[in-house]
Antibody, heavy 120, light 111 residues
């Protein structure tokens, strides 16, 4: 059974870089039918898709966040990562890593989520 | 800011039927992009409930059903149960935003 687990700092200072890692277990990150992505949830903006990546390295990022987002993969560790630069309080949210099924275009499963607070 | 609009809350007594609407535009639901639904129980991550408008993943009770027409979609819960108290979100793709988008979310309360 495929499972995803986020990890990373829960507190990031304004203007710094948010970095999270998602560990994938019960399946391979090199699956040809899957993208791997990040979604965040904040009280003010609800659920927001951040972006996806394919294990080859190609990415699909939300245009309004594209300039600040990097999603990368480490196939040797079956992990993928998110970096969000120049964070502000508006980036405070629960961050979820997800599998994005390319055939059906849905997000499933989701990791349990990790709260990241941007504050000095 | 969500581009798919849902009612903030719906409620019903046990055993009743409730429906949740998801209203989009011609650049998302109306552009024939599929709609998916997620259930988020308190303190947990969203879970896929309905995919491709009206399909249930394995393990999802047949009390849950989805439909889509024009620029809107709906989720119906029949035979409402206490365990159905949760937040529900629709999701689709928006071609003008070039992004996957979610609904504003609906809280279901079982009276």
């Amino acid at each position: 059974q495929l499972q995803l687990q986020e990890s990373g700092p829960g507190l990031v200072k304004p203007s710094e870089t948010l970095s999270l890692t998602c560990n994938v277990s019960g399946g391979s990150i090199t699956s040809s039918s899957d993208h791997w992505g990040w979604i965040r949830q904040s009280p003010g903006k609800g659920l927001e898709w951040i972006g996806d990546m394919y294990y080859s390295g190609s990415t699909d990022l939300k245009p309004s966040l594209k300039s600040r987002v990097t999603i990368s993969v480490d196939t040797s560790k079956n992990q993928f990562s998110l970096k969000l630069t120049s964070v502000t309080a508006a980036d405070t949210a629960v961050y979820y890593c997800v599998r994005h099924d390319l055939v059906g275009d849905w997000f499933d499963p989701w990791g349990q989520g990790t709260l990241v607070t941007v504050s000095s | 800011q969500s581009v798919l609009t849902q009612p903030p809350s719906v409620s019903g007594a046990p055993g009743q039927r409730v429906t949740i609407s998801c209203t989009g535009t011609s650049s998302n639901i109306g552009a024939n992009f599929d709609v998916h639904w997620f259930q988020q129980l308190p303190g947990t991550a969203p879970k896929l409930l309905i995919y491709n408008n009206n399909n249930r993943p394995s393990g999802v009770p047949d009390r849950f059903s989805g439909s889509k027409s024009g620029t809107s979609a709906s989720l119906a819960i029949t035979g409402l149960q206490a365990e159905d108290e949760a937040d529900y979100y629709c999701q689709s793709y928006d071609s003008s935003l070039s992004a996957y988008v979610f609904g504003t979310g609906t809280k279901v309360t079982v009276l």
